[in-house]
């Protein structure tokens, strides 16, 4: 049974750093590129991050480049993104999202496999 989980959320402090951590099993996740995506209230799920598979490429959308950086441990079945000089706007749930595919794509509909999502708030 293939399962798609997020850790890692909770509230953060302007400027501060949080860990997401995306744990898959069911298959194995060497062989698939791997997604983030943040979704704020009121408004449609957005691309943050991807990881590929091909060359181990990395993506970052404009608002996180050079804040976030996407990283995966084969070994451990384990996607994370590192989020750094965290901001308000960054408040968001984030998904991780899975596609067997070599490369990366900013579409939500390439990925086949979701998690449920953590909140990630940001707030003195």
């Known amino acids: 049974q293939v399962q798609v989980v997020e850790s890692g959320g909770g509230l953060g402090q302007p400027g501060g750093s949080l860990r997401l951590s995306c744990a898959v099993s069911?298959?194995?996740?060497?062989?698939?590129?791997v997604g983030w995506f943040q979704q704020a209230p009121g408004k449609e799920r957005e691309a943050v991050s991807c990881?590929?598979?091909?060359?181990?490429?990395?993506y970052y959308a404009d608002s996180v480049q050079g804040r976030f950086t996407i990283s995966r441990d084969n070994a451990k079945n384990t996607v994370y993104l590192q989020m750094n000089s965290l901001k308000p706007e960054d408040t968001a749930v984030y998904y991780c999202?899975?596609?067997?595919?070599?490369?990366?794509?900013?579409?939500?509909?390439?990925?086949?496999?979701w998690g449920q999502g953590t909140q990630v708030t940001v707030s003195s």
């Open positions: 069911g298959f194995t996740l060497d062989q698939y590129a």
């Open positions: 999202a899975a596609e067997r595919a070599a490369h990366c794509s900013w579409g939500s509909d390439y990925f086949h496999y």
């Open positions: 990881i590929s598979t091909a060359d181990g490429a990395t």
